[in-house]
Nanobody, 124 residues
Framework: VQLQACGGGLVHAGGSLRLSCAAS????????MGWFRQVPGKEREFVAA????????NYVDSVKGRFTISRDNTKNTVFLQMNTLKPEDTAVYYC??????????????????WGQGTQVTVSS
């Protein structure tokens, strides 16, 4: 599986962005898809994940109520809608995929495939 993330950019605090991650391959619908973020000097942080069917999601506490993960298996794409952005959301955001598709994990070592990352910068 190859993953290509896009949608990052520069926004003011309180603004919104929508990240997309397009996957190649025919097995996209079998994977858990996750979003992680990383700032220089810190470990990669779990942000959100969604099961293969889209019925179960999980979020880190700091983004609950502001971010929404979703997926379109017909288009092999996972999304991260980010609202009410804060300066502390500034990071490089990565999408990732793991098997099995029914088991959400929050540790980055559980994920098998990674996209290249997209920069999100929130100004105060």
């Amino acid at each position: 599986v190859q993953l290509q993330a896009c949608g990052g950019g520069l926004v003011h605090a309180g603004g919104s962005l929508r990240l997309s991650c397009a996957a190649s391959g025919r097995t996209f619908s079998s994977y858990v898809m996750g979003w992680f973020r990383q700032v220089p000097g810190k470990e990669r942080e779990f942000v959100a994940a969604i099961t293969y069917s889209g019925t179960i999601t999980n979020y880190v506490d700091s983004v609950k109520g502001r971010f929404t993960i979703s997926r379109d298996n017909t288009k092999n794409t996972v999304f991260l809608q980010m609202n009410t952005l804060k300066p502390e959301d500034t990071a490089v955001y990565y999408c990732a995929a793991k098997n099995p598709g029914w088991s959400i994990k929050t540790d980055s070592t559980s994920y098998d495939y990674w996209g290249q990352g997209t920069q999100v910068t929130v100004s105060s």
